[in-house]
C-alpha cells in the first residue's frame, strides 16, 4: 500500500447553495511532492445559464473556459463522473487527508451539488484540514510553521 497523502481540493461555484462547476484538485505527499492533479469543469451547471449568470466567476466563461474547453486543456464531466474519477483517485493515492483554503464551504457544495446531480465524493471518509484555519491561528509565530509550510506548498 502506498503511504498516505493529501488532496488539496477547490472549487469554483454559481452560488452559495452548491452548483459546483469547476472541481479541482492536487494531491501530494507529505513532502510536497504533487503525484497527481485533477480538474473538470461539472457539466450540468457550467451548460445552465441560468445559474452561471450567477457566479463570481461569470466573466471568465468566455475568456477563461471555453477556449481552454475547446482546446483540450479542460474538461466538461457530468458530476456523477466527476465523483466516480476523483473517487478514484483517492483510492489509487491512498488519500488519508483533504485540505482546502475554506474546507467547510467546499464540503458542503460538494454535498449539496451531489444531491442536485447525484454521484457522491468520499470526502468525509477521510480526515481534514482547512488550511483558513489553519492559516488564521498563530501558527507564524511557532517552530512547526516552516514545516506546516514546506507540506502545504511543497517550496
Not at 488519508?96 to 470526502?123: C, E, P, S, W
Request: with cysteine; net charge positive.
Amino acid at each position: 500500500m502506498k503511504k498516505s497523502t493529501i488532496a488539496v481540493i477547490d472549487t469554483e461555484t454559481a452560488s452559495l447553495c452548491g452548483d459546483v462547476f469547476d472541481f479541482g484538485l492536487v494531491i501530494t505527499n507529505k513532502k510536497g511532492e504533487v503525484l497527481a492533479t485533477y480538474e473538470a469543469v461539472v457539466e450540468e451547471v457550467f451548460n445552465d445559464l441560468a445559474k452561471m449568470k450567477k457566479a463570481f466567476y461569470f466573466n471568465k466563461v468566455d475568456s477563461f473556459y471555453r477556449p481552454n474547453i475547446r482546446c483540450g486543456r479542460m474538461a466538461v464531466k457530468p458530476w456523477s463522473v466527476v465523483c466516480k474519477e476523483v473517487n478514484k483517485l483517492f483510492k489509487e493515492w491512498n488519500v488519508q487527508t483533504i485540505a482546502a483554503y475554506n474546507l467547510a464551504f467546499d464540503n458542503r457544495v460538494i454535498i449539496q451539488t451531489g444531491k442536485a446531480h447525484g454521484g457522491f465524493m468520499a470526502i468525509n471518509k477521510v480526515e481534514k484540514l482547512d488550511l483558513w484555519r489553519v492559516s488564521c491561528e498563530t501558527l507564524l509565530q511557532q517552530k512547526t510553521y516552516k514545516k506546516l509550510a514546506v507540506i502545504v506548498t511543497g517550496k
